[in-house]
Each structure stands twice: as C-alpha cells, then as structure tokens.
C-alpha cells in the first residue's frame, strides 16, 4: 500500500470523475447547445450573428458600448471566423431590415469602433431569453428548482458566475 502526502491532486476529481463529465460533452453541446442557438435565433439570425448579440449585451448591458476588437476577438476564438467576416456580420445587424446594432468611432480612441444594441437590438435580446427560457421549460420540467440552482451552482463554481448574473428580464 502506497501513501502520498495529501496535495492538489489527491482532493482533486478523479480520472473516472472526469471521464463521466466528458461523457456529456458532446450531448450538451450539440444536442441541447445548437438547439437552444436555433430557437434563440428564431430564424432571424445566425448564430454568429445571435452571438454577437449576446456578446454585447452580456459584456455592456443596456446602453453599454463594447469595442468592436473585442467581438472581432471572441467571435473568432468561437467560431474560427476571421475579421473581415466579423465586419460583414456587424454591417448585416447594424442595416435594415435588422437595425439591431449601431457603430461608432471610439470617442477615446479615433482610430477604433465601438459598438452597442439598438433599442430593437434590447428588444431583440429579450426575446432570445424568452425563448431560451421556453425551450427550457420543455427540456427540464422533470428538475425542481432546488435541482436547477444545484446545477448553476456547480456551473459556477466550474466556470464562474453566469454573464446575466443579477439581472432579470
């Protein structure tokens, strides 16, 4: 019998810990991920574009303004997309018919743009909740609250606070 002083590791999830939780990996993803992105963009959008949305408002909140390099940046650790992409997916939401988002030249900085929701572009937003929200009233009506916040809690001490933590819609 082998005894290791207790470290890190030994209070650490094992490897069969671990490998259950991989195990959900692709099913949450593609299964339940995807679909939620389809039903958020109600047909609308795509979900780079849905993306951006929620980038904004989730970074800002209303009113706020984030700085389209910061976009350009994680649209493309998340999708593999590059900027001139990015540019056309901004052009597309910020003119008719979608008018969800408005750019302007960094008043800090004149060489950069900043870029924020419209008032159409918050309503929008809202309806992605609600229909989020709809699609999990159908996935999880089999999970009590108490079930649901256990998950968040785990969710959140894994990958830190929620990006809507606090605000209610």
Same mark, same amino acid.
């Given at each position: 019998?082998?005894?290791?002083?207790? %470290?890190?590791?030994?209070?650490?999830?094992?490897?069969?810990?671990?490998?259950? #939780?991989?195990?959900?990996? =692709?099913?949450?993803? =593609?299964?339940?991920?995807?679909?939620?992105?389809?039903?958020?963009? &109600?047909?609308? @959008?795509?979900?780079?574009?849905?993306?951006?949305?929620?980038?904004?408002?989730?970074?800002?909140? +209303?009113?706020?303004?984030?700085?389209?390099?910061?976009?350009?940046?994680?649209?493309?650790?998340?999708?593999?997309?590059? %900027?001139?992409?990015?540019? &056309? @997916?901004? =052009?597309? *939401?910020?003119? +008719? +018919?979608?008018? #969800?988002?408005?750019?302007?030249? %960094?008043?800090?900085?004149?060489?950069?743009?900043?870029?924020?929701?419209?008032?159409?572009?918050?309503?929008?937003? %809202?309806?992605?909740?609600?229909?989020?929200?709809? =699609?999990?009233?159908? *996935? *999880?009506?089999? #999970?009590?609250?108490?079930?649901?916040?256990?998950?968040?809690?785990?969710?959140?001490?894994?990958?830190?606070?929620?990006?809507?933590?606090?605000?209610?819609?």
């Amino acid at each position: 019998m082998s005894t290791t002083p207790t %470290n890190a590791r030994d209070t650490a999830a094992s490897r069969e810990t671990l490998t259950d #939780l991989l195990g959900f990996f =692709y099913p949450i993803h =593609y299964r339940i991920g995807m679909e939620l992105e389809r039903r958020m963009c &109600q047909g609308r @959008l795509s979900r780079q574009q849905a993306a951006i949305i929620w980038l904004i408002e989730s970074e800002v909140g +209303p009113h706020g303004w984030i700085r389209r390099k910061l976009i350009e940046q994680t649209l493309s650790d998340w999708f593999e997309t590059r %900027n001139s992409h990015v540019s &056309q @997916l901004l =052009y597309e *939401l910020s003119s +008719p +018919p979608l008018s #969800l988002i408005e750019q302007k030249t %960094n008043p800090e900085s004149g060489r950069e743009k900043v870029v924020a929701l419209t008032d159409e572009g918050r309503t929008y937003f %809202n309806t992605m909740i609600d229909a989020g929200l709809a =699609y999990f009233a159908v *996935l *999880l009506p089999h #999970l009590s609250d108490d079930e649901l916040r256990a998950g968040i809690r785990f969710l959140g001490r894994a990958f830190g606070p929620p990006s809507l933590l606090g605000r209610r819609y």
